[in-house]
């Protein structure tokens, strides 16, 4: 048996430092929520649920809450499609393919502000490669970062460059870890390519699916960054996301309450969302080819 | 003729994706030899044959003067940063999730899983809700615009992470191990340290790995909470892209920021690919 007076030893260092960073900025939100804190006025007043009211009637926190869902539906279903894809692709000779292994997580290991940055030279409507190599190719070019629909695209692009790489790697890692005897089970019932991925590769990687998927949801549910320096969250409103607009309202405007008001909701719709998500999947993903 | 075309489907979509990634970089590598010329007249790629190459967007990395970036700085800054936290992080982290594998812990009706679930659940905090309270925070404590400032909210930020893969990587080692060594006289610090720690190196190394992407590439923290005495490569890089974008400095000091991590992609995927994540996302 292992001594049980040593255990705090082991746990309390860590959990007292998170404690100690993290509680005081959560408490205080809680509590600036309630207050009428701005610029003109910094007071710890108490205002009742004045702030949680004004975020019911904000059209555009609801409108940046929107664009935020758009945003990481698409992009967290094109990443877990491509990068499925590219797992399949890698699997069977693993041997040869080092190469574009590395090449493949390359991107996730970018500053995510910094590549931005590149990709906003590239975006760039006269001056920029994307729209040359559509010329090229007899394409129409695109207003790029200064039209509403074709500005979030390009915000989606940047992600799933980005972010990819992770549910590739991940699931590539989850592929070659599966046993081999369904396969040669497969084989003998004479399954083709499809039905063995069907029926026996997919399956089987809907425990590690759902994890990633997971992951995936709560990191891009954080954009920011990527919109911050690619848009600015324009043209007009249109690709601002809940993170972006908080942002604006506090590090901007300094509504200080207001803002702390948007977090709380926030936070408390993504911790329900984040549940039914999990529920979801599980049964979409785990409950199938039974 | 099937084989053929599956091949060649095959190694269609490697080269395109490839493209695709490596595109940025390309085009970054391209032009931050570029001057003001080969920029304002369209798209160019490839020196010599479109554009006369100019040294100047390297040169500007390191040279001090009103119009040079200066680069050299904020690269230590970012690097003093993001290891001193990822060591904390890591050494911190590992001794939970130790415990947290080992032993069960009670306090009222929360145990070993709440205290876990805690530990991750920060993850899901956006950084933009905490900018406000940490500024006011490291503000009381004369921390702002301190690198020591800007470790402790690192910390806060990796201490999830190092919680969450590094419990699956004991849970994964048998206590027997634990025993032989109390058996043998060990303290449980000491067994920890000289037979548990060796055995978990591929999670230690994964674990490290993640923690310098993660401080490594924030830009919101570093952001808002330092101004001039300590600056991080990220801002210094953003600042760059105000009103006139000088492409090729820009260009430049991307790929110096990006180029250790490329090194550390190599290191990473062979960890990755072994599987050394996997038990945590189940």
Same mark, same amino acid.
């Given at each position: 048996?292992?001594?049980?007076r040593?255990?705090?030893?082991?746990?309390?260092?860590?959990?007292?430092t998170?404690?100690?960073?993290?509680?005081?900025?959560?408490?205080?939100?809680?509590?600036?929520?309630?207050?009428?804190?701005?610029?003109?006025a910094?007071?710890?007043?108490?205002?009742?649920?004045?702030?949680?009211?004004?975020?019911?009637?904000?059209?555009?926190?609801?409108e940046?809450?929107?664009?935020?869902?758009?945003?990481?539906?698409?992009?967290?279903?094109?990443?877990?499609?491509?990068?499925?894809?590219?797992?399949?692709?890698?699997?069977?000779?693993?041997?040869?393919?080092?190469?574009?292994?590395?090449?493949?997580?390359?991107?996730?290991?970018?500053?995510?502000?910094i590549? *931005?940055?590149?990709?906003?030279?590239?975006?760039?409507?006269?001056?920029?490669?994307?729209?040359?190599?559509?010329?090229?190719?007899?394409?129409?070019?695109?207003?790029?970062l200064s039209?509403?629909?074709?500005?979030?695209?390009?915000?989606?692009?940047?992600?799933?460059?980005?972010?990819?790489?992770?549910?590739?790697?991940?699931?590539?890692?989850?592929?070659?870890?599966?046993?081999?005897?369904?396969?040669?089970?497969?084989?003998?019932?004479?399954?083709?390519?499809?039905?063995?991925?069907?029926?026996?590769?997919?399956?089987?990687?809907?425990?590690?699916?759902?994890?990633i998927?997971?992951?995936?949801?709560?990191?891009?549910?954080?954009?920011?960054?990527?919109?911050?320096?690619?848009?600015s969250?324009?043209?007009?409103?249109?690709?601002?996301?809940?993170?972006?607009?908080?942002?604006?309202?506090?590090?901007?405007?300094?509504?200080?309450?207001?803002?702390?008001?948007? *977090?709380?909701?926030?936070?408390?719709?993504?911790?329900?969302a984040?549940?039914?998500?999990?529920?979801?999947?599980?049964?979409?993903?785990?409950?199938?080819?039974? | 003729?099937?084989?053929?075309?599956?091949?060649?489907?095959?190694?269609?979509?490697?080269?395109?994706?490839?493209?695709?990634?490596?595109?940025?970089?390309?085009?970054?590598?391209?032009? *931050?030899?570029?001057?003001?010329?080969?920029?304002?007249?369209?798209?160019?790629?490839?020196?010599?044959?479109?554009?006369?190459?100019?040294?100047?967007?390297?040169?500007?990395?390191?040279?001090?003067?009103?119009?040079?970036?200066?680069?050299?700085?904020?690269?230590?800054?970012?690097l003093?940063?993001?290891?001193?936290?990822?060591?904390?992080?890591?050494?911190?982290?590992?001794?939970?999730?130790?415990?947290?594998?080992?032993?069960?812990?009670?306090?009222?009706?929360?145990?070993?899983?709440?205290?876990?679930?805690?530990?991750?659940?920060?993850?899901?905090?956006?950084?933009?809700?905490?900018?406000?309270?940490?500024?006011?925070?490291?503000k009381?404590?004369?921390?702002?615009?301190?690198?020591?400032?800007?470790?402790?909210?690192?910390?806060?930020?990796?201490?999830?992470?190092?919680?969450?893969?590094?419990?699956?990587?004991?849970?994964?080692?048998?206590?027997?191990?634990?025993?032989?060594?109390?058996?043998?006289?060990?303290?449980?610090?000491?067994?920890?340290?000289?037979?548990?720690?060796?055995?978990?190196?591929?999670?230690?190394?994964?674990?490290?790995?993640?923690?310098?992407?993660?401080?490594?590439?924030?830009?919101?923290?570093?952001?808002?909470?330092?101004?001039?005495?300590?600056?991080?490569?990220?801002?210094?890089?953003?600042?760059?892209?105000?009103?006139?974008?000088?492409?090729?400095?820009?260009?430049?000091?991307?790929?110096?920021?990006?180029?250790?991590?490329?090194?550390?992609?190599?290191?990473?995927?062979?960890?990755?690919?072994?599987?050394?994540?996997?038990?945590?996302?189940?």
């Open positions: 048996m292992l001594e049980s040593y255990k705090y030893l082991f746990l309390l260092p860590g959990l007292f998170l404690l100690a960073i993290i509680i005081f900025p959560l408490v205080f939100t809680f509590r600036l929520s309630f207050s009428s804190w701005d610029v003109v910094p007071a710890l007043d108490f205002i009742g649920f004045d702030n949680y009211v004004r975020v019911f009637h904000d059209m555009r926190f609801w940046s809450l929107a664009t935020l869902g758009t945003v990481v539906l698409s992009v967290v279903s094109i990443e877990y499609i491509i990068g499925f894809g590219l797992a399949l692709t890698l699997w069977q000779d693993i041997e040869k393919s080092r190469f574009f292994r590395v090449l493949f997580i390359i991107p996730m290991m970018s500053t995510p502000v590549i *931005s940055v590149v990709w906003r030279t590239m975006f760039h409507e006269s001056l920029g490669p994307i729209n040359d190599l559509l010329a090229m190719l007899n394409l129409p070019t695109v207003p790029w039209k509403p629909t074709s500005a979030l695209i390009a915000v989606m692009i940047v992600d799933v460059w980005q972010w990819t790489s992770f549910v590739f790697i991940l699931l590539l890692a989850g592929l070659l870890s599966l046993p081999h005897e369904p396969y040669e089970a497969a084989a003998m019932d004479g399954a083709n390519h499809f039905q063995t991925f069907w029926h026996v590769t997919f399956p089987m990687m809907a425990p590690i699916s759902i994890g998927l997971i992951i995936r949801i709560i990191e891009a549910s954080k954009i920011m960054e990527t919109v911050y320096v690619l848009t969250g324009g043209p007009g409103t249109s690709t601002e996301t809940s993170a972006y607009y908080i942002f604006i309202r506090s590090l901007r405007e300094f509504q200080i309450g207001y803002s702390s008001a948007m *977090s709380i909701i926030y936070l408390l719709m993504m911790i329900v984040l549940t039914l998500i999990a529920r979801g999947l599980t049964r979409v993903l785990v409950g199938k080819g039974g | 003729m099937r084989i053929i075309i599956y091949k060649g489907t095959k190694y269609l979509v490697l080269i395109l994706w490839s493209a695709f990634v490596a595109g940025p970089f390309l085009w970054a590598l391209s032009t *931050s030899f570029k001057n003001d010329a080969a920029v304002v007249s369209g798209a160019t790629y490839i020196p010599f044959v479109d554009f006369e190459p100019s040294l100047e967007g390297w040169r500007i990395l390191f040279s001090a003067d009103t119009e040079g970036v200066n680069i050299a700085g904020p690269y230590i800054s970012s003093i940063v993001t290891v001193v936290s990822s060591l904390v992080s890591l050494a911190l982290g590992t001794l939970a999730a130790y415990g947290l594998s080992r032993f069960t812990f009670r306090a009222g009706p929360l145990g070993n899983k709440d205290i876990a679930f805690f530990f991750i659940s920060q993850r899901i905090i956006t950084p933009v809700v905490l900018a406000i309270p940490y500024f006011l925070l490291l009381t404590f004369q921390l702002l615009d301190t690198h020591i400032g800007l470790i402790l909210i690192y910390i806060a930020m990796l201490l999830p992470i190092v919680v969450w893969v590094m419990v699956d990587f004991f849970n994964n080692i048998s206590t027997e191990l634990d025993e032989a060594a109390l058996v043998d006289g060990c303290t449980p610090l000491g067994a920890f340290y000289k037979i548990i720690l060796p055995e978990c190196t591929p999670g230690l190394v994964v674990t490290g790995l993640l923690c310098f992407i993660f401080a490594w590439n924030d830009f919101f923290f570093a952001f808002t909470l330092t101004f001039v005495d300590t600056q991080l490569l990220p801002v210094s890089i953003v600042a760059l892209n105000s009103s006139k974008v000088p492409w090729w400095s820009l260009s430049s000091s991307s790929l110096v920021a990006i180029v250790p991590l490329v090194f550390l992609a190599i290191w990473l995927e062979r960890y990755l690919t072994r599987g050394a994540l996997l038990g945590a996302l189940k």
